[in-house]
């Protein structure tokens, strides 16, 4: 059994004149524990839709969705989203924007304290713990979102773009901690992109959705090795991951 299965999934929304709009339309993809899955495709394909889905935000409209063997009808505690903006209560200091999850969980403020020690290193912000995020960079900021994310433990991290504001040089140091800290949480990931490098760099699999209604067009193998450093970027197995991920995309536009 798969981890998170969807067995031909469809969203439909309405728009203000109440026409559908189908964002999603027999959409397959069994996910294993602890893989990292990159999702790419045309902007407007449903993306997004699958993860809000995936994160039991949304209904789905039909097939069927599965996480950890159980129907999602709703948010699970095993899973956490992270976003593009990085939805940090600005009244909240960074230790207690982490803290925050395990605080409504009712975990005692020991403990609570320890977790958040351990995941402020983990994401490199050591000496950061009592600033507000408005004292802090783009790149700070997104640290303190996957440490929140991951406060709770969860066992599926659902990443919505979350480098997609951040300057070049910090998205790749990002991308370079976010698979040291998934491989340290052994977690699973599902994490959109529009960066087709950024796709074949993080994961184990690149999943390319067609324009909208996004059906699944292609999942592509990344066969590099582990752990993967920046060096890979100018291999010829990398341009070659690239050039054919890029003219699938470009052939559905
Ligand atoms: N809440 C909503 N109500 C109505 N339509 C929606 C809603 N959410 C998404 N849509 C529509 O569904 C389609 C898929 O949107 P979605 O955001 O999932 O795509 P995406 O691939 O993530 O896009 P992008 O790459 O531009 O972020 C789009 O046409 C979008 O306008």
């Not at 439909?12 to 524990?33: G, H, M, P």
């Not at 997004?48 to 789905?60: D, Q």
């Not at 903006?85 to 230790?95: A, D, G, I, R, S």
């Not at 977690?187 to 209604?213: G, M, N, Q, W």
Request: glycine fraction near 6%; include cysteine; charged fraction near 25%.
């Amino acid at each position: 059994m798969a981890f998170l299965e969807a067995s031909k999934v469809s969203k439909s929304y309405r728009d203000k004149e109440n026409r559908e709009i189908v964002a999603l339309s027999d959409f397959t993809l069994s996910v294993q524990e602890r893989e990292f899955i990159t999702i790419i495709g045309p902007s407007g394909c449903g993306k997004s839709s699958f993860l809000f889905l995936a994160a039991g935000l949304e209904p789905l409209t039909s097939g069927v969705l599965e996480f950890h063997g159980e129907p999602v009808t709703g948010p699970d505690p095993l899973s956490a989203m992270v976003f593009q903006e990085y939805l940090l209560f600005p009244w909240k200091t960074v230790q207690q924007n982490i803290e925050f999850g395990p605080e409504l969980r009712h975990v005692p403020p020991d403990q609570r304290r320890e977790v958040s020690g351990n995941l402020i290193k983990m994401v490199g912000l050591e000496g950061f713990e009592k600033r507000y995020p408005h004292e802090l960079s783009g790149g700070m900021q997104q640290r303190v979102s996957i440490a929140r994310a991951l406060a709770n433990n969860p066992k599926l991290i659902l990443m919505d773009e979350p480098f997609g504001a951040l300057d070049a040089l910090t998205r790749e140091t990002l991308q370079v901690e976010l698979l040291k800290i998934w491989q340290q949480a052994k977690c699973t990931v599902l994490f959109v992109t529009h960066s087709i490098s950024e796709a074949v760099y993080l994961a184990d699999r690149v999943v390319v959705v067609s324009k909208r209604p996004g059906t699944i067009k292609e999942v592509v193998d990344i066969d590099l090795p582990r752990p993967r450093d920046r060096e890979m970027f100018t291999s010829p197995r990398f341009i070659e991951y690239e050039r054919y991920l890029k003219a699938m995309i470009l052939d559905d536009i």
